[in-house]
């Protein structure tokens, strides 16, 4: 196996992001006088294994191309849902030249916080396994089952609050992040297998867990949180003045 491969980043910001709130995308939210998306390729650019970024946009995309990046920027277009996205940036890697045995780094646009050593080391992680590595942090939180209930004792109750019915056990549980780095391909395959049979999936990694393939866990920072709600940009805030 190649354990120099080249490293090919890509950041998906096609979608729109419909639980923050906003009348714009969601990697168009400016913090500290830049786009969350400007923030994340100047995270990647702090890597000394990539020196160059596919950035995977809507169709109807207006501001990408309009704005300034600390590293040289290709495009795709992308699809309606998150993996369709990083299939067409998949497939224009793989089109510009890309070997089999190189690696593909995939990063969320609201995820501008990872910290530069965090990238590094999953790359790193990547580079010695068959398929590839993630990005993850052990979860620390009690963890409830939920369920809805519309009756207690034969009266009725509002039937869309939700219940604590158990609490699970966390010892093996972990909170995904970004980047995630993947063979590429392994991430050809995986990916054709989701399309053939329509697998609903929220990142990569689950593409390889429906096949059994093992993807590596690398621990990551708490600091690498992802902009979902509008309460987050407050709290990015703080972590990007902090690291500065």
Same mark, same amino acid.
């Given at each position: ?25 969601? +990697?168009?939210?400016?913090? +500290? ?212």
């Amino acid at each position: 196996m190649n354990t120099t491969p080249h490293i090919h980043a890509m950041i998906v910001a096609a979608g729109r992001g419909s639980r923050f709130g906003s009348s714009i995308a969601k +990697q168009y939210t400016m913090l +500290q006088e830049q786009t969350l998306l400007q923030h994340s390729v100047a995270r990647l650019a702090c890597s000394t294994y990539i020196t160059k970024c596919l950035l995977v946009i809507a169709a109807d995309d207006t501001i990408a191309r309009t704005l300034d990046f600390v590293l040289p920027i290709h495009y795709a277009i992308g699809g309606a849902e998150r993996w369709q996205s990083v299939q067409a940036g998949v497939e224009a890697i793989s089109n510009a030249g890309a070997a089999d045995s190189d690696l593909v780094l995939i990063h969320d646009a609201a995820r501008p916080a990872v910290p530069s050593h965090d990238i590094d080391n999953v790359i790193e992680a990547a580079m010695i396994e068959p398929y590839g590595a993630i990005l993850a942090t052990p979860v620390a939180d009690t963890l409830k089952e939920a369920y809805l209930q519309s009756t207690i004792q034969n009266k009725p109750i509002n039937s869309t609050h939700s219940y604590a019915k158990c609490t699970i056990d966390r010892r093996h549980m972990w909170q995904a992040q970004t980047p995630q780095v993947f063979r590429l391909d392994q991430l050809q395959q995986v990916l054709a297998h989701v399309t053939e049979y329509q697998l609903d999936i929220t990142d990569e990694a689950s593409a390889f867990e429906h096949l059994a393939l093992p993807i590596r866990l690398v621990t990551g920072s708490r600091q690498n949180i992802k902009l979902t709600y509008p309460d987050d940009a407050t709290l990015l805030a703080a972590i990007l003045t902090a690291q500065t």
